[in-house]
């Protein structure tokens, strides 16, 4: 039994607690005092229920003493069996010693690394379990300081960080008590730092953002990564719409669980079903197989072109974004899973909803939180940057000497237009460096189609009628003014057009409020 008591810090309160006990015959197993928040803590046997009636009443009584409670463990209890649990869960192997390097206990993960019983490595001497330091010599110095080495457990190199264990002592120096082991196997650090390589690869710190356009994209896309409804991701081909995504999702709640990616547009419809989805096996034979979702359960998944999707795949996966169900292709059962949606396109949905080809309920499902990438030609202040991060990147990958970046080949890559956007810059500049043989990166090195300001740029891929391209054109246009002017008698004044000819062109291409962000 253990009692709390809340008291005032007066000399003399204790032994008239312990005078109670006394008389009446309770046996005194343990006490302590926490002056910080002016409380006593008796430890003592279980006592009978009448004599427990008297005694805490005169407690009570003390002068200074405030309240009396029985609680469910001593401070140092408390204390303690933190710290056996801290050691237990711990993946790494922690060793304590005394100040004669005498193994006083060591945790789970230390003993399976010195291959021996925890409790029959307790009194060995640290020198015979971890080779290549002196422990006893470093424990003698005047000054023991914190130190991380490398050590050898049976052959094998460890990584050991070794901090000593200091009493405080009100009237000298601190008195050393020991000290503190922490060991890390080769693997186990590159498991560590493997995790930090891919944190660093995937966060939004790799994303160039000198440019407004694109440090406001991201400023979003920080604030967004933490709510669970699905993203949309707008942006042409090339602009990095992928890497914005696995950014979001390593920023999340859900990093430590899987991100999956599926292309819609590179799958045949019934393949990207049973890729999703997953399907049931009609024989015995037959395998079944998990879906995406249900692999990346908890976690994220991204579709890559969601505009490309089937009309019978957009149904499905409605279906799963309104109640986070689905089955699999050829199951009667249901599937429940946990997993955020990350779409991209580079298409017109509204459009596509104005022309039945894109589900509207869909549309405004995944249209909840939406970012919307410049192309590289917008924003030209982050072409600079990039180039010089492709530069470095490739010529540390090929062992060659970092190539310097001339003012005439920056000046051509600000201009240029880049239809591929980020990803063509990147292959343009993996290209050069891959065959450069000169101590600077000129535009005679870089093999892109031709471009002049008269001229312009022709896409190579260039597809439709001059009326499509024209449409294209118009609704590309009128979707960049619309938040500015956004009304159809607003948008007429600002291009010179009647207010008649803008509205049927506003609904034609399914611009309004409802699908564009004002």
């Not at 650090?189 to 930090?196: E, K, M, Y």
């Not at 096996?281 to 359960?297: F, Y």
């Not at 409605?318 to 169900?325: E, K, P, V, W």
Request: proline share 4%; with cysteine.
């Amino acid at each position: 039994m253990r009692l709390e008591i809340q008291c005032a810090d007066r000399m003399g309160i204790a032994q008239e607690v312990l005078n109670i006990l006394v008389n009446y015959e309770v046996d005194l197993k343990g006490i302590e005092v926490d002056a910080i928040n002016s409380k006593m803590f008796i430890s003592m046997p279980p006592i009978e229920f009448d004599k427990f009636q008297k005694l805490m009443p005169e407690i009570r009584l003390i002068d200074g003493v405030e309240d009396v409670k029985t609680t469910a463990f001593m401070p140092s209890e408390r204390e303690h069996n933190e710290l056996k649990t801290l050691l237990s869960v711990l993946p790494d192997g922690i060793i304590s010693i005394d100040t004669k390097g005498i193994v006083r206990l060591c945790n789970d993960a230390a003993a399976r690394d010195l291959n021996v019983d925890k409790y029959d490595v307790v009194g060995m001497s640290i020198n015979i379990l971890l080779k290549g330091f002196n422990f006893n010599r470093w424990l003698e110095n005047d000054e023991v300081l914190g130190q991380t080495v490398r050590v050898e457990v049976s052959g094998e190199d460890f990584i050991a960080d070794i901090l000593p264990i200091s009493v405080p002592e009100s009237t000298q120096e601190d008195i050393l008590a020991g000290a503190v082991i922490n060991i890390k196997s080769q693997s186990r650090l590159g498991q560590q730092v493997s995790v930090f390589r891919r944190y660093g690869q995937e966060s939004f710190s790799t994303i160039q953002t000198q440019s407004t356009a694109m440090r406001r994209v991201v400023r979003e896309a920080r604030r967004i990564s933490h709510l669970e409804a699905p993203i949309l991701i707008l942006g042409e081909t090339g602009t990095g719409k992928e890497l914005l995504a696995r950014a979001c999702h390593f920023s999340s709640n859900r990093s430590m669980k899987p991100f999956l990616a599926l292309s819609c547009a590179s799958l045949p419809d019934d393949v990207a079903e049973s890729e999703l989805f997953g399907f049931i096996g009609n024989s015995a034979e037959s395998v079944t197989k998990r879906g995406i979702l249900e692999q990346a359960d908890g976690g994220t998944v991204f579709l890559d072109e969601v505009g490309e999707m089937s009309t019978q795949l957009q149904t499905k996966l409605l279906r799963f974004l309104q109640d986070g169900t689905f089955r699999r292709v050829g199951d009667e059962n249901e599937v429940k899973v946990s997993v955020r949606i990350i779409a991209t396109t580079q298409k017109d949905l509204p459009g596509m909803v104005q022309e039945n080809t894109f589900r509207e309920d869909l549309y405004y499902r995944i249209n909840v939180l939406t970012l919307d990438i410049a192309p590289l030609r917008d924003r030209k202040a982050d072409i600079g940057p990039l180039t010089e991060h492709f530069i470095q990147k490739y010529a540390h990958q090929m062992g060659v000497k970092v190539p310097k970046l001339t003012e005439a080949c920056l000046a051509f890559l600000e201009q240029y237009p880049w239809p591929g956007n980020v990803r063509q810059l990147e292959n343009a500049i993996y290209r050069a460096v891959s065959l450069l043989d000169d101590e600077n990166l000129g535009i005679e090195h870089l093999q892109l189609p031709s471009f002049t300001n008269d001229l312009g740029y022709l896409e190579s891929d260039f597809e439709g009628s001059l009326e499509q391209a024209v449409k294209r054109f118009e609704s590309t246009l009128l979707r960049k003014l619309y938040p500015a002017y956004p009304s159809s008698r607003q948008l007429a004044k600002r291009l010179g057009l009647s207010h008649t000819a803008v509205a049927n062109k506003l609904r034609e291409y399914g611009i309004n409020r409802k699908t564009i962000k004002v």
